[in-house]
């Protein structure tokens, strides 16, 4: 293959790559001229490339406008049962949500962010933005940092040259003082969040690791400011995590 040829099908997967991470949280169906308008393709382009992503079941028609195809959820669910952390995770995630009746998540890290693999809402939990599924950035969850504290450096620094975002008025920005909360979270096993992300809202989070003591994803209990005690709380998480911890390893 020459070299034009591998550029071609380097920028062709780009497009329908575009193509397939434009639609957002809530979205149904759209229209080729909406996909055309968020992946800056033209109009003509997206609309031969739909054709080809609908044909493989990417993309499901529905009527003139396409929805995200079921074969997508297939190969997600083949993504993380492949690692088997999520089935490994549940009774453990189970157990913590119905001893303290807030809301836990599961995650990893990928790139600056924490994806959630596994979100179990407790019935005395407030309403969060997060999903199965979902993104978020990880300097402001405490999940994120629990996982970027027993993680190599390289990533501690890609993090924070990516530029530590505001999303809410307590979202730690400052790079000194994220490495210093990671720090103290190596020594304590147990990561915090206190309305960095949601205001109103704290977070407990402790990192789920490997042979070599590296952080494979991690295990957070979110609630209410005023009602969840974080240092009551901390214990019954690292307890999660590290029992989650000894399973994977067999």
């Not at 790559?17 to 996909?35: I, K, N, Q």
């Amino acid at each position: 293959m020459c070299p034009a040829e591998r550029n071609d099908e380097g920028a062709t997967a780009a497009r329908l790559a575009l193509l397939l991470t434009a639609f957002r949280p809530g979205d149904t169906a759209l229209g080729v001229s909406e996909l055309a308008r968020r992946t800056g393709l033209p109009k003509s382009s997206a609309h031969r490339l739909i054709g080809h992503l609908a044909r493989q079941g990417l993309l499901e028609r529905d009527g003139t406008r396409v929805r995200l195809g079921l074969r997508l959820f297939e190969i997600g669910q083949l993504a993380v049962r492949q690692r088997g952390l999520v089935d490994a995770a549940r009774p453990y995630l189970a157990d913590l949500r119905e001893a303290t009746r807030n809301t836990v998540h599961f995650a990893v890290l990928e790139g600056t962010e924490v994806v959630y693999l596994d979100v179990l809402r407790g019935p005395d939990a407030p309403r969060l933005p997060s999903r199965t599924g979902g993104r978020f950035p990880a300097h402001a969850t405490a999940v994120g940092k629990a996982i970027l504290a027993f993680s190599p450096d390289s990533l501690v620094d890609q993090v924070i040259a990516a530029g530590l975002g505001r999303i809410s008025r307590r979202t730690i920005t400052a790079p000194g003082l994220l490495r210093r909360q990671l720090a103290k979270a190596r020594t304590e096993g147990v990561a915090y969040e206190r309305e960095e992300s949601v205001p109103g809202v704290v977070c407990v989070a402790a990192p789920v690791l490997d042979a070599n003591g590296t952080a494979v994803a991690g295990i957070s209990l979110s609630g209410w400011t005023n009602r969840m005690g974080t240092a009551r709380i901390g214990p019954a998480v690292r307890t999660a995590s590290f029992a989650l911890s000894r399973t994977l390893r067999g």
